[in-house]
Nanobody, 122 residues
Framework: QIQLAESGGGLVQAGGSLRLSCVAS????????VGWYRQAPGNRRVLVGS???????NYVDSVKGRFTISRDNARSTVYLQMNSLKPEDTAVYYC????????????????WGQGTQVTVSS
């Protein structure tokens, strides 16, 4: 069982930055690969990027060069650094764990956090 908690969301102007955190508590095993997802109003939840246990990352094209995922295994925390934010980045952001990393692709697991709202004003 893994419990996830996101934080760091908020309201920011276009061009600004935010850093989201995903803290995991697991009694049985390490965090493993983690995916960051987002869901805008009226849209389905989509993968933004992911990181494997060794620190390898993958991103969707729309955030490449702007978003960076990193992890601190000692703190069981994964970060999503978001720079040059755009209004279209507005969404609830979720982290996901328990999934599988295969050939640079992340396949979601069963564990979700509660989400954190990111709003980018124009």
């Amino acid at each position: 069982q893994i419990q996830l908690a996101e934080s760091g969301g908020g309201l920011v102007q276009a061009g600004g930055s935010l850093r989201l955190s995903c803290v995991a508590s697991s009694r049985t095993h390490g965090l493993g690969a983690v995916g960051w997802y987002r869901q805008a109003p009226g849209n389905r939840r989509v993968l933004v990027g992911s990181i494997n246990s060794a620190g390898g990352t993958n991103y969707v094209d729309s955030v490449k060069g702007r978003f960076t995922i990193s992890r601190d295994n000692a703190r069981s925390t994964v970060y999503l650094q978001m720079n040059s934010l755009k209004p279209e980045d507005t969404a609830v952001y979720y982290c996901n764990a328990g999934g599988t990393w295969l050939s640079t692709e992340y396949y979601q697991g069963d564990y979700w956090g509660q989400g954190t709202q990111v709003t980018v004003s124009s």
